[in-house]
Antibody, heavy 120, light 107 residues
Framework: EVHLVESGGGLVQPGGSLRLSCAAS????????MHWVRQAPGKGLAWVSR????????NYADSVKGRFTISRDNAKNTLYLQMNSLRAEDTAMYFC?????????????WGKGTMVTVSS | DVQMTQFPSSVSASVGDRVTITCRAS??????LAWYQQRPGTAPRLLIY???SLQSGVPSRFSGSGSGTDFTLTISSLQPEDFATYYC?????????FGGGTKVEIK
């Protein structure tokens, strides 16, 4: 069974940093593109970033470009999101998701999420 | 970026009702349109992708249609477990963008 488990969330002050992790199991991690998607409290879904299966292709939402860095370690079956210069508006539940290996961009399987709160 | 507009933003319905949710893209996204269900306090679940392909394990009362800019999600006979928020998402171009969501509530 495909399983994604996020960790690393917590309370951080504005301007601070946090590194999220997403541990994958139940599928060939190195064959899948992966995403981070976030959801602010009471709000809708917002895509954050995507990384290709081999790490060669990376995209970011404009709202996080230059502050967040997505990466992966295929040997450890783990996806990461390094978040720097955090702002109050980054407060959200962060989900990792696997992209179904078909044409177009989708989020086939999701983790349960990890909460990030940016506040002084 | 492609803007996704969903309507209605909420709908009140009874068990057994037929419910239709519409999603409109600001430009042609071909058939690269996904529908997700999110129950309170849980992660989203992919129901349909691309536009009319039901994911494995999703009940057949769910169906999707459309291409280009106009899409619909239909629940043919609403069940208690279907009360949730539904999101569309275009997958034709980066950044992938979501609609604002449609909350299906109990009447």
């Amino acid at each position: 069974e495909v399983h994604l488990v996020e960790s690393g969330g917590g309370l951080v002050q504005p301007g601070g940093s946090l590194r999220l992790s997403c541990a994958a199991s139940g599928f060939i991690f190195s064959s899948s593109s992966m995403h981070w998607v976030r959801q602010a409290p009471g709000k809708g879904l917002a895509w954050v970033s995507r990384i290709a299966n081999d790490g060669s292709g990376i995209n970011y939402a404009d709202s996080v470009k230059g502050r967040f860095t997505i990466s992966r370690d295929n040997a450890k079956n783990t996806l990461y999101l390094q978040m720097n210069s955090l702002r109050a508006e980054d407060t959200a539940m962060y989900f990792c998701a696997r992209d179904k290996p078909v044409a177009g961009i989708n989020m086939e399987v999701w983790g349960k999420g990890t909460m990030v709160t940016v506040s002084s | 970026d492609v803007q996704m507009t969903q309507f209605p933003s909420s709908v009140s319905a009874s068990v057994g009702d037929r419910v239709t949710i519409t999603c409109r893209a600001s430009q042609d996204v071909s058939v690269y349109l996904a529908w997700y269900q999110q129950r309170p306090g849980t992660a989203p679940r992919l129901l349909i992708y691309p536009a009319s392909s039901l994911q494995s394990g999703v009940p057949s009362r769910f169906s999707g249609s459309g291409s280009g800019t106009d899409f619909t999600l239909t629940i043919s006979s609403l069940q208690p477990e279907d009360f949730a928020t539904y999101y569309c998402q275009q997958g034709n171009s980066v950044p992938p963008t979501f609609g604002g969501g449609t909350k299906v509530e109990i009447k």
